[in-house]
């Protein structure tokens, strides 16, 4: 249904809706460019080279500069796309404007940078273990203590465990997927995230479900070049699906639902 309402909304909207949304993807993808090319710089010797043409003795010290400060524009750059984007998508549903300055486009940044450390300490939770069986395995093999028999069991035990391993780790990652959209609505980053946990209870697999079936559409981008199509409609019907249109959502607090409004816009949006 939320998928249906996404194309409703973009066939209403014309170009309008596709053209801003690209428009905000590109300057995000902008802002980390220029994150990856501080970072570059500052272990490249070229670059050194280059700068000590012109101020010999210190290139050192603007190469480190000059990458701290690339790195934190582009950073704040990709956030502040990221919240327009969110903030858009919001007024194309909802038909509401979100007022935000700087602090909430720091908060924003703050909130991404969490949400990928948390996932690398997911993944790590998961495949240390894994990690660590595969090494058992490697030295069994070694000390000749594993028959083939036991070999293939193993292997076979593992690629299941993997499997499931993945896949819970993938589900159980969703329930952050509203932390952003808390953080635009003013709440504070930490409250936000329990807040986007309460939202999403029993909704990560859907949401889970969601993002895998956008992979081919993703894909697809990289042949064909769709993605001027496929942003828009990912970002409002991922929105969509977060208002929780079913009777266990309606159940929540008004504040853990305050930001996801649907309501049909009279007009246009530009």
Same mark, same amino acid.
């Given at each position: 249904?939320?998928?249906?309402? =996404?194309?409703?909304?973009? @066939?209403?909207?014309?170009?309008?809706?596709?053209?801003?949304?690209?428009?905000?993807?590109?300057?995000?993808?902008?802002?980390? +460019?220029?994150?990856?090319?501080?970072?570059?710089?500052?272990?490249?010797? @070229?670059?050194?080279?280059?700068?000590?043409?012109?101020?010999?003795?210190?290139?050192? +010290?603007?190469?480190?500069? *000059?990458?701290?400060?690339?790195?934190?524009?582009?950073?704040?750059?990709?956030?502040? =796309?990221?919240?327009?984007?969110?903030?858009?998508?919001?007024? %194309?549903?909802?038909?509401? #404007?979100?007022?935000?300055?700087?602090? +909430?486009?720091?908060?924003?940044?703050?909130?991404?940078?969490?949400?990928? %450390?948390? /996932?690398?300490?997911?993944?790590?939770?998961?495949?240390?273990?894994?990690?660590?069986? %595969?090494?058992?395995?490697?030295?069994?093999?070694?000390?000749? &203590?594993?028959?083939?028999?036991?070999?293939?069991?193993?292997?076979?035990?593992?690629?299941? *465990?993997?499997?499931?391993?993945?896949? &819970?780790?993938?589900? +159980?990652?969703? #329930? $952050?997927?509203?932390?952003?959209?808390?953080?635009?609505?003013?709440?504070? %980053? &930490? #409250? =936000? @995230?329990?807040?986007?946990?309460?939202?999403?209870?029993?909704?990560?697999?859907?949401?889970?479900? &969601?993002?895998?079936?956008?992979?081919?559409?993703?894909?697809?981008?990289?042949?064909?070049?769709?993605?001027?199509?496929?942003?828009? /409609? $990912?970002?409002?019907?991922?929105?969509?699906? *977060?208002?929780?249109?079913?009777?266990?959502?309606?159940?929540?607090?008004?504040?853990?639902?305050?930001?996801? #409004?649907? =309501?049909?816009?009279?007009? @246009?949006?530009?």
């Amino acid at each position: 249904m939320y998928k249906i309402k =996404a194309k409703q909304l973009l @066939k209403q909207n014309g170009t309008a809706v596709p053209v801003k949304l690209f428009a905000l993807s590109l300057t995000g993808l902008f802002g980390l +460019t220029v994150f990856c090319l501080s970072v570059f710089a500052l272990y490249n010797k @070229k670059v050194y080279a280059f700068v000590s043409a012109f101020v010999p003795g210190y290139a050192k +010290t603007v190469v480190a500069v *000059l990458s701290v400060f690339g790195c934190a524009a582009g950073l704040l750059l990709f956030a502040f =796309a990221k919240k327009k984007r969110i903030e858009y998508a919001l007024l %194309v549903v909802s038909g509401e #404007r979100i007022k935000s300055n700087f602090l +909430t486009t720091a908060r924003m940044l703050f909130c991404l940078l969490l949400k990928g %450390v948390f /996932y690398i300490l997911n993944f790590m939770f998961f495949l240390i273990p894994f990690a660590a069986s %595969v090494l058992f395995m490697i030295l069994s093999l070694r000390d000749g &203590f594993l028959t083939r028999k036991m070999l293939d069991v193993w292997l076979c035990g593992n690629a299941v *465990l993997f499997v499931l391993g993945i896949a &819970f780790t993938l589900i +159980t990652l969703q #329930r $952050y997927s509203a932390w952003k959209y808390y953080v635009l609505n003013g709440e504070s %980053v &930490f #409250r =936000a @995230k329990k807040m986007s946990a309460v939202k999403t209870d029993g909704m990560c697999v859907k949401i889970a479900l &969601f993002k895998l079936s956008m992979l081919g559409w993703f894909a697809l981008c990289l042949l064909v070049f769709p993605v001027f199509y496929v942003l828009p /409609y $990912y970002e409002l019907s991922f929105y969509l699906l *977060l208002t929780g249109e079913d009777e266990a959502e309606e159940k929540q607090p008004e504040e853990y639902r305050a930001v996801f #409004r649907v =309501a049909k816009p009279e007009k @246009k949006i530009s």
